[in-house]
Structure formats: C-alpha cells, structure tokens
C-alpha cells in the first residue's frame, strides 16, 4: 500500500508555529523537573484543504522545518527525501521530531482531500486502541496521585502508571497510595524514566512486583543501557513486564533494542519516530521479532495510527499531552471502556486548531 508521503503532488504553503502550555502543577519523574510543555504545529495547505500534525519538543523545531523541510515538503517530496534533507543537521532527536510533524500533516491532508477519516487510509487492524493513564508525578502529593489514578479508574480505564526513581525512600508511600485508591483489580504501572543502576532497579523490580503487583517496569535504566535492560528483563519477576523504547528515533533506534532482547514491550512514540510512516514501519520490526508495540503520548494522534498496527498492546493517554491536545485542538476523542476509538464520521484525524485559544500560548 502507497504511504501518504509517496504521493508527489506537494503542497501550496506549509505554516508552523510552537506554542508553550504551562502545566497545571510543577512536575517531575525520576531523572527531569518540568513546568511546561511546547508542541510544534505544521499546517499543509493545499486545494483548499490543510493537513495538520504535530510534535512535542522544542521551539526549535519549527524553525528546522521552515529552513530544511518547508520546501521540499512542497515539491512533493517522499518520506526517505525528506529523511535525507536531515542528514547534515543530524536524524536522531529534533530532525526525525520535525520529520515526524510533517508527516503526521500529510497523512492528514492527504486523507483530508479524500474527504475521507484517516483510519480508512490505513490497514484496519483494530476498530480501537486500549489506553492507560499516565502521570502520577513524582512531584504530586500523595493526595493528587489518588485523585489522578482514582479518576481515570472512575473513566473505566483499567491500567495506571506512576512515575519513580526520583526519591526512592518516598516511592513507597506513593506507590500504598496509589494501590490503595486503583484497587487490586487495576494494573499499576511504574516508570523510572532511566532513574537507577543495574542491581538497585533489579531490587526495585522485585519490590514493585512483590509488595504492589506491578506489571510494567518502564525504562528501570537508561534506555541506551541495552545490557542492563537486557539484564532486567532476564531476571525481574514473572509477570513484571520491561519496556523501553520511547527515545527511539531512527528505525536502527528499535532494531537495537529488539535484537539486543532488551524489552517484553516496546515502545513508540508517533511524534518522535518519523510520524505514522515510521511508527507502521516500527510496528513491522515488532511484528517480525514477536513482541507487541506500545504508543508512547500524544494520544489524539496515537489512537488513529496504532489502529493500523496489529501486534499492539495499548496507547500512553499522559496527562500533559491530552490536556495541551484538549486546549488547542477541537475534535479530540474522549476514553470509553478502556480505549480511543477514532470518529469515522470526521475526515483526517479530525483535529481542528482553535486558532484563537492556541495564540495565546505562542512560543
């Protein structure tokens, strides 16, 4: 099947703005201390229609993309020309974020001058994709943390996830906490975003298993540390899953940690891994080595491109990212039983920036 990016019609005008939201509390997890997001919009306009996408990062990713990609991506240029365009500036990290964004846009667009939903362009694997909220921040009161998770159980969203690593002797207060509230029926996840050492997650892993039956261990070391995640996924506890892979940019990126064995699950992030092309081409390397494939934030987009995916667990629904989607966009799906199940009924990914709401947190 032709990707969006094969076609070579190319487009009218590309515009790209960044805007900075601040969060609504100071946040943090185990190795980062943050109090705002920025997201970077492309719109591709052509035929009177606009294709919009969108990537999390710095606002120095809407300049790259008027200065390197603006104007191959209107010459109609595919997804491998526009990946050569980034060589010199370097792929890895804010070229493939800028990449990601545009291609997310002429999926979009393309989609959009089909007068057709985005899912129908793409090979229909599931009708919807199970999520699990995210966000339990290290910096949050043991009273937030319940109100959080205790909410998205409320929503019917039966797995949860909680960052750690930041303060070890407080993580078990957090963790009692969040048990407590979820209840023994909802899968509790933990993420220590690369927080420890080898034999300190290894021991940690057996205490999120044992005392608050964790089932998700993600990132336990850095996830460049391919031995040591190796090391974790031969020796945590059965049942305690070890997942990484959301600082995957290139596809080499993935092939490494699939061939070193170092994840049960691996994770992508569709505004970071080169847009819904790259994410299917990811969700071919889960395929063909056996495990499934995780989708990491930026939900509103997520859930339509891992319809298209088949060995597919579930999507990140992360606090930040749905409330910065929910602020700027119409059109944004709402949780039911579990899952994001894309609106047939509305052409693209049938998201609409509120051009008005969105000026006000321009970067």
């Given at each position: 099947m032709a990707t969006a990016l094969e076609h070579r019609a190319g487009v009218d005008s590309v515009d790209v703005a960044a805007y900075t939201i601040p969060t609504d509390e100071p946040e943090s997890d185990g190795t980062a201390e943050w109090d705002s997001t920025t997201i970077v919009v492309v719109e591709l306009h052509t035929q009177g229609q606009t294709g919009l996408g969108y990537t999390y990062g710095d606002a120095a990713i809407a300049e790259l993309i008027r200065s390197r990609l603006a104007e191959p991506v209107r010459r109609g240029a595919s997804w491998r020309e526009l990946g050569?365009?980034?060589?010199?500036?370097g792929r890895?990290?804010?070229?493939?974020?800028?990449l990601s964004a545009v291609d997310i846009a002429l999926w979009d667009l393309r989609a959009r001058l089909l007068d057709a939903p985005l899912v129908a362009?793409?090979?229909g694997e599931h009708e919807q994709v199970?999520?699990?909220g995210s966000g339990g921040f290290c910096s949050?009161?043991?009273?937030?943390?319940?109100?959080q998770l205790g909410g998205w159980v409320e929503q019917g969203i039966p797995r949860v996830k909680m960052k750690v690593g930041r303060d070890p002797l407080q993580d078990p207060s957090r963790l009692d906490a969040a048990r407590e509230t979820v209840g023994d029926e909802t899968e509790l996840y933990v993420d220590a975003n690369g927080a420890f050492q080898r034999k300190e997650a290894l021991a940690w892993a057996e205490r999120y298993a044992s005392e608050w039956g964790a089932s998700w261990f993600e990132e336990p070391v850095s996830s460049a540390d391919?031995?040591?995640?190796?090391?974790?996924r031969d020796r945590a506890p059965a049942g305690l899953d070890i997942a990484a892979g959301e600082y995957g940019f290139v596809l080499r990126d993935f092939l490494n940690l699939l061939?070193?064995?170092a994840v049960d699950c691996l994770q992508a992030d569709i505004t970071r891994c080169g847009g819904i092309t790259g994410l299917l081409k990811v969700a071919g390397l889960c395929e063909a080595h056996g495990l499934e494939l995780s989708g990491h934030c930026a939900p509103q987009i997520s859930a339509h491109a891992l319809t298209a995916v088949g060995p597919l667990r579930h999507l990140e629904y992360f606090h930040d990212h749905d409330r910065v989607e929910r602020l700027l966009f119409d059109g944004c799906l709402d949780p039911a039983s579990g899952a994001l199940r894309p609106d047939?009924?509305?052409p693209g990914h049938g998201l609409e920036l509120r051009r008005q709401d969105a000026e006000r947190y321009a970067a």
């Open positions: 050569a365009e980034l060589r010199n500036v890895p990290g804010l070229g493939w974020m800028a362009l793409l090979p199970p999520i699990y949050y009161s043991l009273d937030r943390i319940r109100e391919l031995e040591g995640l190796r090391l974790l061939q070193a064995g047939p009924s509305r």
